[in-house]
């Protein structure tokens, strides 16, 4: 298979153990995985609505958060970073047996995946913010998906895991703009598996955006999100 399973509490031969090698880099310096720290806007505006978000939904056996490229220091993005914070509140404070899946390979040339930075990024904010005691709780609740570029491909590599974990409700964290084609690629392939999925979308992203007049980007991923769907699309047109 494609796919890799990585459990943050674990340590296996070769791999890196977050709670014995934080800050560790690939060298086995001391800078190499630190993460930046998120703004205290993004803290705001999540942990304000993540609660609000997930009301109404059932107890989840997991979350699963997709990935996001890694800025040029090969630390998560503003677009990751939004996502992990939504996913950190929801597994506190409403499914704190839940495990995360974190999804997201190797891109942009990046010496480290997509789903390991986030990791280390999740695990050096939640000490940080919520103390050593949440930050070693949530060591063993990561699992690694380090194999998917894509959202088609991170459906087709962690519908495995889901089954083998034994998944039956499962959440999935993306931002407002990624959210309905991931659910809906997702569902297509978790559905006949009776797989149960409920989206949970990062709120107030196009808001903030739009406040700091960051109208280029928005625009960038519009026209990204659109073109992905045509792909979607064309790709049913090609099988009927």
């Known amino acids: 298979m494609a796919w ?3 459990a943050f509490g674990l340590h296996f031969p070769g791999q890196l153990n977050p709670l014995r090698d934080w800050g560790r880099g690939p060298g086995g310096g001391g800078k190499g995985l630190r993460p930046l720290a998120p703004s205290p806007n993004l803290n705001h505006y999540l942990m304000s609505n993540a609660g609000l978000m997930f ?18 220091q090969e630390k998560p993005g503003r677009v990751a970073r939004l996502r992990l914070l939504h996913a950190l509140k929801i597994w506190n404070e409403h499914c704190p047996k839940a495990q995360i899946l974190i999804t997201g390979g190797y891109t942009g ?3 480290i995946s997509e789903a390991r930075a986030m990791a280390h990024w999740s695990l050096a904010w939640v000490e ?3 103390g050593s005691e949440i930050k070693e709780r949530l060591a063993p609740c990561l699992i690694l998906e380090e194999a998917s570029r894509n959202t088609l491909a991170s459906v087709h590599h962690t519908l495995p895991l889901i089954i083998n974990l034994k998944w039956q409700v499962v959440g999935l964290v ?9 659910h809906y690629l997702f569902k297509r392939h978790f559905s006949p598996h009776r797989i149960t999925l409920h989206p949970l979308p990062v709120s107030g992203v196009l808001k903030h955006y739009w406040k700091q007049r960051r109208f280029l980007w928005l625009s960038k991923m519009a026209l990204r999100e659109g073109g992905a ?3 979607v699309l064309g790709r049913r047109v090609v099988r009927k």
């Open 128 to 130: 940080e913010n919520w």
């Open 55 to 72: 009301k109404g939904h059932p107890t989840l056996d997991g979350l699963i958060v997709l990935g996001s490229r890694l800025n040029p």
């Open 4 to 6: 890799e399973v990585v």
């Open 174 to 182: 993306s931002d407002i703009l990624h959210i309905r084609r991931a």
């Open 229 to 231: 769907w045509l792909k």
């Open 109 to 111: 040339g990046a010496a």
